[in-house]
C-alpha cells in the first residue's frame, strides 16, 4: 500500500474556551502510539488530562483511515482487471485456488497417512467388532499352519541327521578295510553341503509361507473393512483359509499336560498425601510362557489372554517382560535363541520380523556405540598406579517414533567394545522389540546382563539394577502398563541360589522396584499399572511363601476397613 497523508482533528476543553489540534498523518502508521503522543503533547502544550482521549481517537482514525485507502486500492485495481479484460476469469481463479493450496500445504503440514498407520487403524475398529473371533480364529488357523510346517521341518531334519550318522558310522566301522580317510572327508563334506541346502530350503518355504499369509491376511482385513460390519460374523473365510489346516483338538491332544502355577496377586497403595493404586503379581512359571500361546479348547475358544493382547495392541495399555540377555544383539544362544525360535512359530501381521528389527537396531546402535568405545578410550588413560579413571555415564536412545522402532538406552559405565562388525553392549544396556503375535505381551525389553547377577553382594548402583531402572522408566512413558520382571534377576534356578540368596535378592528388587516407582511422577497419577514379579517355575512351594510373605513388609498394601 503506498503512503498517504491524512489530516487528524482533535478537539477538547479548556478552562476558558474549547480548542482544536489538527495534525497531518502519514498512512500506514508504522510508529508507535504513546511515543507519538508525547511528541504531540510536548510539541503543542496539551494538558495531561487530554491523553487518554487522543490516543482513543487516534488510534479510532489510523483503524478507519488504513481500512478505507485499502478498500479504494482494491476496488481501483478490480475496476482496472475489469475494463482491460487481458486475462480470463477462469485462470485467475485457477491461479488463486493454486497459491491457497500451495500457502496451506506448507503451513498445516502433511495429513497423508502411512500405509501401517492406516492398516493399524483399520485393525482397532475389526478388533473392536463383532469381527474379532472371526480374525482371531484366521490368525489361529495361519499359526496353527506355520506350526505344521516347522514340525514337518523338525522331522526331516532329524530323518536327515540319522541317515548321516548311519551313513558316518558304517564308514568308519570300514575304515582301512573298503573307506579311506579321504573318502570319510568326502562324505562329511557331502553331509555338510546336504545340510546346509536344507536349511536353505526351509528358511526359503518358511519365509514364503509367511509372506504369503501376511499379504492375505492384509486383504482380507481390507475387503472386511468395506463390507457391512453386521455380515462381518458369518462370512466365511474360505479364500484366505491357509494351506495345512489342523484341527485344534489336535493341538490340545499333542500338548503336555502344565505343572500348576503358583502365584499370588496384591493391590497396593503409592504416595503419602496423593496416592496411586497398583496391582502386583507374584508368579513361578517360565518367562517364555508369557510369550507362548496356548493351545485352543475343545470348543474352539481362544483364552482370554489372547483376547485381552489382541484388543490392546493399538492403545494406550501395552504390555511388556524383561527377557535377561547377553551383551550380543543377536538371536543364536541361550534364552534368545528360544525366543526367536518361539517367534517363528507364528506369523507376524503388523510389525517387521524379529530377525529384521535386531537388524535394524544393530545398524543403529553400532556407530553410537563405536563412538561410545573410542571416547572411554581417550577418557580412560592409565595413572602411575597402573588405574584407569571411568568413562561418565552415557545415554543411547535411538528414535522410537519411526516406523523400525527399535529402543536402546545406557545409562552404566561399564566396559564396551566392539569386534568383527557385532555390537557389544555394556551390562545395563537394553533394546525393545515389538510384537503381536505373542500370547501376553506387545513388546520385549532385552536387558544385558553378565555374571554380576549370581552375585550374593549385588548392590543397587549396580548396572543391572539401573539398566532395570531405565526399563520401568520407558515403560511409564511409551504407556506399557503391565510389565513382568524377573524377580531373581534369573530365569532359572541355579546352584548359588541358597534360600538366603534368594530372599536377598528378592528384598533388593523389591525395594529397588518400589523406589524408582516413588520417585518417577509417571506411576503417581490415576492410572493403575500392574508389575508382575516372575519366579523360575522350579522354585518351591516353601520358598514361594516366604516371597508372598516378605512382600506387603515392603509394600503398603491396599486393606479394607472394619468400621464395625
Not at 90 to 97: G, I, L, N, R
Not at 380 to 399: C, L, Y
Not at 434 to 459: E, K, P
Not at 469 to 495: D, G
Request: proline share 4%; net charge negative; charged share 20%.
Amino acid at each position: 500500500m503506498m503512503a498517504v497523508l491524512r489530516t487528524f482533528n482533535f478537539s477538547f476543553q479548556d478552562e476558558t474556551r474549547e480548542k482544536s489540534l489538527t495534525v497531518p498523518i502519514q498512512l500506514p502508521f508504522h510508529g508507535q502510539t504513546a511515543d507519538f503522543i508525547e511528541r504531540l503533547v510536548l510539541m503543542h502544550n496539551l494538558p495531561a488530562y487530554v491523553k487518554s482521549k487522543l490516543e482513543e481517537q487516534l488510534l479510532a482514525f489510523v483503524r478507519q483511515e488504513t481500512q478505507q485507502i485499502q478498500d479504494e486500492e482494491a476496488e481501483n485495481l478490480l475496476k482496472a482487471f475489469v475494463s482491460t479484460k487481458a486475462i480470463p476469469e477462469a485462470s485467475v481463479e485457477d491461479a488463486w485456488v493454486e497459491k491457497y493450496v500451495a500457502e496451506h500445504a506448507a503451513c498445516s503440514g502433511s495429513v497423508e497417512q502411512s500405509e501401517e498407520a492406516a492398516f493399524a487403524q483399520v485393525y482397532y475398529s475389526l478388533i473392536h467388532s463383532p469381527a474379532l473371533e472371526t480374525l482371531l480364529q484366521l490368525e489361529h488357523s495361519y499359526a496353527s499352519n506355520v506350526e505344521q510346517e516347522i514340525i514337518e521341518m523338525e522331522r526331516s531334519r532329524t530323518k536327515m541327521q540319522e541317515r548321516h550318522s548311519a551313513e558316518v558310522e558304517r564308514a568308519v566301522a570300514n575304515l582301512g578295510t573298503k573307506v579311506t580317510d579321504h573318502d570319510i572327508n568326502c562324505l562329511t563334506s557331502k553331509h555338510f553341503e546336504e545340510t546346509e541346502m536344507f536349511e536353505t530350503q526351509c528358511v526359503s518355504s518358511l519365509g514364503g509361507l509367511v509372506e504369503s499369509q501376511r499379504r492375505e491376511y492384509r486383504e482380507w482385513v481390507s475387503t472386511v473393512q468395506l463390507d457391512s460390519l453386521d455380515s462381518i460374523s458369518a462370512r466365511p473365510a474360505k479364500r484366505h483359509q491357509p494351506r495345512h489346516s489342523r484341527n485344534p483338538s489336535n493341538d490340545v491332544a499333542s500338548s503336555p499336560p502344565k505343572a500348576p502355577v503358583l502365584e499370588e496377586s496384591f493391590t497396593i497403595h503409592l504416595g503419602a498425601q496423593m496416592k496411586s493404586m497398583h496391582n502386583l503379581r507374584l508368579i513361578s512359571c517360565d518367562v517364555l510362557d508369557l510369550c507362548r500361546h496356548q493351545p485352543q479348547a475343545g470348543d474352539g475358544s481362544l483364552s482370554p489372554q489372547r483376547l485381552q493382547t489382541a484388543m490392546t495392541l493399538y492403545s494406550s495399555s501395552l504390555a511388556g517382560v524383561i527377557l535377561l540377555v547377553d551383551n550380543r544383539i543377536s538371536s543364536f544362544i541361550g534364552i534368545k535363541k528360544e525366543f526367536a525360535e518361539l517367534c517363528k512359530r507364528s506369523t507376524e501381521f503388523h510389525f517387521p520380523t524379529l530377525h529384521k528389527q535386531l537388524e535394524v537396531i544393530r545398524e543403529t546402535v553400532s556407530p553410537f556405540v563405536q563412538s561410545r568405545s573410542a571416547s572411554d578410550s581417550q577418557l580412560a588413560s592409565p595413572s602411575a598406579s597402573g588405574t584407569s579413571t571411568p568413562a561418565s555415564p552415557s545415554r543411547i536412545t535411538p528414535d522410537v517414533q519411526k516406523a523400525t522402532e527399535a529402543t536402546l538406552t545406557h545409562l552404566t559405565s561399564s566396559d564396551s567394545r566392539t569386534s568383527g562388525g557385532s555390537t557389544t553392549l555394556r551390562t545395563g544396556d537394553f533394546y525393545v522389540t515389538r510384537h503381536s503375535n505373542l500370547s501376553q505381551v506387545h513388546c520385549v525389553f532385552h536387558l544385558a546382563v553378565d555374571d554380576t547377577v549370581r552375585s550374593n553382594s549385588l548392590s543397587s548402583r549396580q548396572p543391572c539394577l539401573v539398566g532395570l531402572r531405565n526399563v520401568l522408566h520407558h515403560a511409564a512413558l511409551h504407556n506399557v502398563f503391565n510389565i513382568s520382571i524377573p524377580l531373581l534377576l534369573s530365569h532359572e534356578m541355579t546352584e548359588e541360589m541358597t534360600l538366603p540368596w534368594c530372599l536377598k535378592r528378592a528384598e533388593l528388587v523389591f525395594k529397588c522396584v518400589k523406589g524408582f516407582m516413588m520417585e518417577n511422577s509417571s506411576w503417581s497419577g490415576l492410572d493403575t499399572r500392574t508389575i508382575q514379579f516372575v519366579l523360575p517355575p522350579d522354585i518351591s512351594e516353601s520358598v514361594f511363601t516366604q516371597f508372598t510373605a516378605m512382600l506387603p513388609n515392603i509394600f503398603r498394601l491396599a486393606n479394607a476397613l472394619d468400621l464395625r
